[in-house]
């Protein structure tokens, strides 16, 4: 019944942010940017941050915490600036709205700068029912670091195939293509690399123009170009911290333990040090992939299994979702 309610409220909620947008759309016609604008969108950015209140499900809660509360309310914020994918001057409302509403940046549509075979995802989607039968089944009587390697390659594996399902379904639907959310990130070289080129792409995209611009401009000012990236990576991943921990908020409704905004912390100040590292000792070799890799998914592992699958686990993820399958299934055989 809980699902059922949810899919109810997914339509009426489509309908007002589809009529919020609309507003925020015309209010840039008429309200000049800055902060007259923002205080005149600021309602919706109020009301898109409590969408995933709304519902039970945790199809439901990821996404539009990710795409709505997240993305589409810092889109918004650039765009009272007159800045972002929004701020085109010739726009068209239709455009608008799927910008706002989806992951899709300035690039044309149609075009998917990191395609992959079909076997990749065949591949991939073989190993998350393998990973996630494997965790659902044994997880509570297994290593805990064991069964958190399971969790976190499911989870992986779960989140690229839904963005590649939905971008599939996003250009039957709408003629464009979302953009992508992962980029192999086991294949990663160095944390910068991990951070700011494979790992939710998506994110980087929006949080490099809303926080780590203006923020290392404005230090730039303070302490000088050379020293500037240092408060901008910083904040930036502060920033990530406290939105993932209102992300937690929405699965678990409880008060957050802070230990998600610590894991970003902490590798922010990690980054730091490696770019630092690399800017002065400006080292010309470099290990190979095969070594550096390895390293890097081994420091992500380590640090998240310390402070992040603890509240992955506090949500109760897997045993929800297996809940919406069997709601799924039952509405199906009653289809049927």
Same mark, same amino acid.
């Given at each position: 019944?809980?699902?059922?309610?949810?899919?109810?409220?997914?339509?009426?909620?489509?309908?007002?942010?589809?009529?919020?947008?609309? =507003?925020?759309?015309?209010?840039?016609?008429?309200?000049?940017?800055?902060?007259?604008?923002?205080?005149?969108?600021?309602? %919706?950015?109020?009301?898109?941050?409590?969408?995933?209140?709304?519902?039970?499900?945790?199809?439901?809660?990821?996404?539009?915490?990710?795409?709505?509360?997240?993305?589409?309310?810092?889109?918004?914020?650039?765009?009272?600036?007159?800045?972002?994918?929004?701020?085109?001057?010739?726009?068209?409302?239709?455009?608008?709205?799927?910008?706002?509403?989806?992951?899709?940046?300035?690039?044309?549509?149609?075009?998917?700068?990191?395609?992959?075979?079909?076997?990749? =995802?065949?591949?991939?989607?073989?190993?998350?029912?393998?990973?996630?039968? %494997?965790?659902?089944?044994?997880?509570?009587?297994?290593?805990?670091?064991?069964?958190?390697?399971?969790?976190?390659?499911?989870? =992986?594996?779960?989140?690229?195939?839904?963005?590649?399902?939905?971008?599939?379904?996003?250009?039957?639907?709408?003629?464009?293509?979302?953009?992508?959310?992962?980029?192999?990130?086991?294949?990663?070289?160095?944390?910068?690399?991990?951070?700011?080129?494979?790992?939710?792409?998506? %994110?980087?995209?929006?949080?490099?123009?809303?926080?780590?611009?203006?923020?290392?401009?404005?230090?730039?000012?303070?302490?000088?170009?050379?020293?500037?990236?240092?408060?901008?990576?910083?904040?930036?991943?502060?920033?990530?911290?406290?939105?993932?921990?209102?992300?937690?908020?929405?699965?678990?409704?409880?008060?957050?333990?802070?230990?998600?905004?610590?894991?970003?912390?902490?590798?922010?100040?990690?980054?730091?040090?490696?770019?630092?590292?690399?800017?002065?000792?400006?080292?010309?070799?470099?290990?190979?992939?095969?070594?550096?890799?390895?390293?890097?998914?081994?420091?992500?592992?380590?640090?998240?299994?310390?402070?992040?699958?603890?509240?992955?686990?506090?949500?109760?993820?897997?045993?929800?979702?297996?809940?919406?399958?069997?709601?799924?299934?039952?509405?199906?055989?009653?289809?049927?």
């Amino acid at each position: 019944m809980e699902f059922q309610e949810d899919i109810k409220n997914l339509v009426k909620v489509s309908l007002l942010a589809s009529i919020s947008l609309g =507003y925020c759309y015309y209010v840039g016609k008429i309200i000049p940017k800055g902060f007259p604008r923002l205080l005149t969108i600021f309602p %919706v950015i109020l009301f898109f941050l409590s969408i995933p209140l709304l519902f039970n499900s945790v199809h439901l809660i990821g996404p539009l915490s990710l795409c709505i509360s997240w993305l589409a309310n810092f889109k918004l914020i650039l765009f009272a600036f007159e800045t972002g994918p929004l701020s085109s001057p010739s726009i068209p409302i239709f455009r608008f709205l799927s910008l706002a509403c989806f992951p899709i940046g300035k690039s044309i549509p149609g075009k998917n700068p990191t395609h992959r075979s079909p076997l990749n =995802y065949g591949i991939k989607a073989l190993l998350l029912m393998t990973f996630l039968k %494997v965790y659902h089944d044994h997880g509570d009587h297994m290593n805990p670091m064991i069964a958190w390697i399971f969790f976190a390659f499911s989870l =992986y594996f779960f989140l690229d195939l839904l963005m590649t399902i939905s971008s599939i379904v996003m250009e039957f639907l709408l003629g464009v293509k979302l953009d992508p959310q992962f980029d192999e990130p086991y294949l990663s070289t160095s944390l910068q690399d991990f951070w700011g080129r494979r790992w939710n792409v998506m %994110v980087n995209r929006i949080l490099h123009p809303t926080i780590y611009n203006p923020v290392r401009t404005m230090s730039a000012r303070a302490i000088g170009h050379m020293w500037a990236p240092i408060p901008a990576i910083l904040t930036t991943f502060a920033v990530s911290g406290l939105m993932h921990e209102l992300i937690f908020f929405y699965f678990t409704r409880d008060w957050p333990t802070w230990d998600t905004m610590l894991f970003f912390c902490l590798h922010g100040v990690s980054l730091v040090m490696e770019t630092t590292i690399k800017k002065f000792v400006n080292v010309k070799w470099s290990l190979p992939r095969h070594i550096t890799a390895p390293l890097v998914v081994a420091f992500v592992l380590v640090t998240s299994y310390w402070l992040f699958f603890p509240e992955l686990r506090r949500c109760k993820l897997v045993e929800r979702a297996f809940e919406d399958y069997g709601a799924i299934a039952k509405i199906v055989t009653f289809v049927v």
